[in-house]
T-cell receptor, first 113, second 116 residues
C-alpha cells in the first residue's frame, strides 16, 4: 500500500532563517506531488505541484521554492523566512488523472518568530 | 476554472441526528468532486468522490454524498452523527492546470460540531 511521510511535524524558526521541509511517498511510481499551505486552520492554498522529477510548477509568487530531486521526494524550501510564512504545510500525492483523489501527509506546523 | 463553494462556515448538530454539510460547484464539463475531513493539526483524509454513475456516493466512516446536477450541489450526509465526527470538512473539485495536470481546488471548509 502507498504511504506518505512528511517531516518535521512542528518547526519554530526565526525570521531570516532557511527552511527545508521534506516529503516522501512509498508504494507508487511517478506520482503527482503537491505542496499546500493552510492558514488559520481553514482554506488550502496550492503552492507547488510536480508531475515528474525536476518538473515544478508554482501557483503563486512567494518566498518559497520547491524541488523534486527523486521520483518520490518533494522538498519545500526557503532561503530567508518571513513572518508571513507561518502556517500549516501539507504535502500530498495523487496518481495522474482527473478522477483520482489526493492523499495527504500529516502536515508541518511552521511558526516563524 | 472549476470551483466549489461551502456556504456554511460552521454546522452544529446533536449526536444521533442526521447531518448535512453543503457544497456547490461550478465546472465546465464533467464534474469530479471530492470530500475530505481534517482533524485538528492533522492532514486531510479522503472520504469519498463522485466520478460518474449513481448520484448517491458512499464513503468512509458511514458518510455519503448526494450529487445533484440540476442544483450543482454535492452535499455530504450522515444518517446519525457521532461526537467523533466533529472536524473540519472540505469539498474539492479537480481542476485542469498547466502541464496537463489536474489539481484539487478546495472550498474554504465547514467546521462540524456534534453536540453530545
Amino acid at each position: 500500500s502507498q504511504t506518505i511521510h512528511q517531516w518535521p511535524a512542528t518547526l519554530v524558526q526565526p525570521v531570516g532563517s532557511p527552511l527545508s521541509l521534506e516529503c516522501t511517498v512509498e508504494g507508487t511510481s511517478n506520482p503527482n506531488l503537491y505542496w499546500y499551505r493552510q492558514a488559520a486552520g481553514r482554506g488550502l492554498q496550492l503552492l507547488f505541484y510536480s508531475v515528474g522529477i525536476g518538473q515544478i510548477s508554482s501557483e503563486v509568487p512567494q518566498n518559497l521554492s520547491a524541488s523534486r530531486p527523486q521520483d518520490r521526494q518533494f522538498i519545500l524550501s526557503s532561503k530567508k523566512l518571513l513572518l508571513s510564512d507561518s502556517g500549516f504545510y501539507l504535502c500530498a500525492w495523487s496518481l495522474w488523472g482527473q478522477n483520482t483523489e489526493a492523499f495527504f501527509g500529516q502536515g508541518t506546523r511552521l511558526t516563524v518568530v | 476554472a472549476q470551483s466549489v463553494a461551502q456556504p456554511e462556515d460552521q454546522v452544529k448538530v446533536a449526536e444521533g441526528n442526521p447531518l448535512t454539510v453543503k457544497c456547490t460547484y461550478s465546472v465546465s464539463g464533467n464534474p469530479y468532486l471530492f470530500w475530505y475531513v481534517q482533524y485538528p493539526n492533522r492532514g486531510l483524509q479522503f472520504l469519498l468522490k463522485y466520478i460518474t454513475g449513481d448520484n448517491l456516493v458512499k464513503g468512509s466512516y458511514g458518510f455519503e454524498a448526494e450529487f445533484n446536477k440540476s442544483q450543482t450541489s454535492f452535499h455530504l450526509k450522515k444518517p446519525s452523527a457521532l461526537v467523533s465526527d466533529s472536524a473540519l470538512y472540505f469539498c474539492a473539485v479537480r481542476d485542469l492546470r498547466g502541464a496537463g495536470s489536474y489539481q484539487l481546488t478546495f472550498g474554504k471548509g465547514t467546521k462540524l460540531s456534534v453536540i453530545p
